[in-house]
C-alpha cells in the first residue's frame, strides 16, 4: 500500500527528511511588518530573525488555506495521513479537517485521517516519523491511525526561550507571566497540556539552568526509556548539543534527533530557543 504524510511547516523536518517522497510540507506565512515570509524551502532565518528584531510589531503568522492542504494529498496514494501544529495554536488543523472534508466529497471512503499532534516543531516531528514507521511496517490504515494517536496521547513537549516577546505580544502568554518574567530575568520551562495548550513547568535564573531542569523532567518520566527525543532549536546549535548531552549521561532514549527551526518555530521560539520532544 502506498501512503503520504503531509505535514505544515511547524514540522521541523530535517532537509534530509523532506527530500523523503513521502513526506510533502504545506507552508505557513508570517507578516512582519510589510515583508510577508513563506515558510518553505527557501526561508532565510538570519534574515527573519533580523526583521523580527526591528519590527516594533509582533509577528503574525496565517496557516495554509483548505485548498493548499488540498494539492498536497495528491491523487496516486492509498493511505494519506496529515500532522499539523497543536490546534489550540493555529488554524492549521481546522484548515486541514475542511480539505479532508473535500477531498472525501471527491473520493468517497478514501483512507485519510488528520491528526492534531497536541504539539509543534519537534514534537510534530516525532509523530510524522512515527507515522511513516507504522505505515512502512505494513500495518492497516486504521491501525496506523490508532497507534499514531496513542503516540501523541504519551509524547511530552518541553521548551525554554530566551526571549518571550513573541510569545506575549501574540497572546500565548499571560500578561503576568511576561511582566514577572521580564522584571525578574528569568527562564521560564514551559511544556504541552495533554490538549496542546502551553503551560508551565519550572523556571530558572538561566537558559542552561532551565535545560538542565528539562533532562531532569526527562530522566523522572519512566516512560522515556526506548522513546526517541527531538530537540529543535532556534540559531543555537551549542544549546541543542548541551541539552543532548545531559540526556545522554542521565536517560535511556533509544536515539536523539536534533532539528533546526524552520519559520514558525523560528516566530515563537525567537533567537535562542530549544524545543524537545519525546
Known amino acids: 500500500m502506498s501512503f503520504r504524510i503531509v505535514v505544515d511547516s511547524c514540522c521541523d523536518l530535517t532537509p534530509a527528511m523532506l527530500q523523503d517522497p513521502v513526506m510533502v510540507s504545506v507552508p505557513l506565512t508570517i507578516q512582519v511588518g510589510e515583508q510577508t515570509v513563506v515558510d518553505d524551502a527557501g526561508f532565510d532565518q538570519a534574515s527573519l530573525l533580523w526583521q523580527m528584531k526591528q519590527s516594533p510589531e509582533a509577528p503574525k503568522t496565517a496557516c495554509p488555506s483548505p485548498a493548499q492542504y488540498l494539492d498536497a494529498f495528491g491523487s496516486g496514494e492509498d493511505d494519506v495521513y496529515v500532522v499539523t501544529l497543536s490546534a489550540h495554536l493555529s488554524g492549521s488543523h481546522n484548515s486541514a479537517a475542511q480539505a479532508q472534508a473535500l477531498y472525501l466529497d471527491s473520493r468517497p471512503g478514501a483512507n485519510i485521517y488528520v491528526f492534531n499532534s497536541c504539539s509543534a516543531s519537534a514534537g510534530e516531528v516525532l509523530v510524522a516519523l512515527k507515522v511513516k514507521a507504522l505505515a512502512q511496517s505494513g500495518l492497516p490504515f486504521d491501525e496506523v491511525v490508532k497507534e499514531a494517536s ?17 510569545l506575549r505580544k501574540n497572546g500565548r502568554l499571560t500578561r503576568l507571566q511576561s511582566i514577572v518574567t521580564g522584571a525578574l530575568r528569568i527562564k521560564l520551562l514551559m511544556g504541552a497540556t495533554p490538549e496542546g495548550e502551553i503551560c508551565k513547568k519550572g523556571q530558572a535564573l538561566s537558559v542552561k539552568q532551565a535545560l538542565s531542569k528539562m533532562a531532569a523532567f526527562f530522566a523522572a518520566d519512566e516512560h522515556h526509556a526506548g522513546r526517541v527525543l527531538c530537540i ?4 543555537n546549535l551549542e544549546r541543542a548539543f548541551y541539552l543532548k548531552d545531559l540526556a545522554l549521561k542521565t536517560c535511556r532514549f533509544s536515539d536523539i534527533i536534533i532539528c533546526e527551526t524552520g519559520g514558525i518555530s523560528t516566530v515563537y521560539a525567537n533567537d535562542g530557543g530549544v524545543v524537545a520532544a519525546y
Do not use: S
Request: hydrophobic share 40%.
Open 232 to 235: 529543535a532549536h532556534c540559531n
Open 150 to 166: 496513542r503516540f501523541i496521547r504519551e509524547m511530552e513537549t518541553y521548551f525554554v526561550l530566551e526571549d518571550l516577546d513573541n
